[in-house]
């Protein structure tokens, strides 16, 4: 029984410490839109060089409005 018991709380205890360590790991990206680019954006690859210009470590092409947008760690 105390085996039993010990496994338990040994199991509870990794699991609790596993998911502190996933939550800590998320970080939030704000998004922002390109100052930049000009015109409708259809290739990732061309918003991407003005988001890194721009000192942001990403940039996608809205669907919708076709719009350069950046993004980065929130600080």
Request: hydrophobic residues 35%.
């Amino acid at each position: 029984m105390e085996r039993n018991l010990f496994g338990f709380v040994l199991l509870l205890i990794f699991l609790l410490t596993s998911q502190e360590m996933m939550m800590h790991s998320e970080a939030r990206i704000c998004e922002v839109p390109s100052k930049t680019f000009i015109g409708l954006c259809f290739k990732d690859t061309n918003c991407i060089v003005r988001c890194r210009s721009e000192g942001y470590g990403y940039g996608k092409c809205s669907h919708f409005r076709r719009r350069c947008r950046c993004f980065k760690p929130c600080p």
